[in-house]
């Protein structure tokens, strides 16, 4: 059982815009930035985004992140195949002094 | 270029031990926090452990307190995970990744751990 709550898969037609949700309490997502990865299998995970939009160079401005109270939201648009992963949010705990994750969602693009 | 290489997994049997190690290059190591994430088969990420660029603050996760222990050599680039009493359920591949934000931005490429009889 995650600290943070996944849809577990959500899944959009190449083009589309798809949103993952993140809910958490007011210890993590309520009182620190939340950071979003997508990981494919067998490689290394990669930064994506942070709430307040700052992206690593490289990552294209179709992943966005926003916050509202305890719960965090990425959304993906213009949906290519490329971006068929797992996603996970995280951030830190104060109330467990540990890092969290979510569960991950699996995106796939139809 | 940001780098961060973990080696040591391996196969081990339960009650047994294993040391991690993640050397880092491309960045002013001894000012970053440095974390350990592991991912088990078919399952998320989970984090495991941090330590600060002093040393000063160390962090584990809950089910790994008592049995892991984090530290690190500033001279060297690297930071270790000591893991001990290894039981099945630690089957993972452990990640090393520098602190951003509140979390972690560049991760490595993982190193396999195999705890079984």
């Known amino acids: 059982q995650s600290v943070l709550t996944q849809p577990p898969s959500v899944s959009a037609a190449p083009g589309q815009t798809v949103t993952i949700s993140c809910s958490g309490s007011t210890s993590n997502i309520g009182g620190n930035s939340v950071s979003w990865y997508q990981h494919v299998p067998g490689t290394a995970p990669k930064l994506l985004v942070s709430d307040n939009n700052e992206r690593p160079s490289g990552i294209p401005d179709r992943f966005s992140a926003s916050k509202s109270g305890t719960s965090a939201t990425l959304g993906i648009t213009g949906l290519q195949t490329g971006d068929e992963a797992d996603y996970y949010c995280?951030?830190?705990?104060?109330?467990?002094?540990?890092?969290?994750f979510g569960g991950g969602t699996k995106l796939t693009v139809l | 270029e940001v780098q961060l290489v973990e080696s040591g997994g391996g196969p081990v049997k339960p009650g047994g031990s294993l040391r991690l190690s993640c050397v880092a290059s491309g960045f002013t190591f001894s000012i970053y926090t440095i974390h350990w994430v592991r991912q088990a088969p078919g399952r998320g990420l989970e984090w495991v452990s941090s330590?600060?660029?002093?040393?000063?603050?160390?962090n584990y996760a809950g089910s790994v307190k008592g049995r892991f222990s984090i530290s690190r050599d500033n001279v060297k680039n690297s930071v270790y995970l000591q893991m001990n009493s290894l039981r099945a359920e630690d089957t993972a591949v452990y990640y090393c990744a520098r602190a951003h934000s509140n979390l972690v931005d560049y991760w490595g490429q993982g190193t396999l751990v195999t705890v079984s009889s």
């Open positions: 995280g951030t830190w705990d104060g109330s467990l002094s540990a890092g969290v």
């Open positions: 330590i600060s660029s002093s040393s000063s603050y160390i």
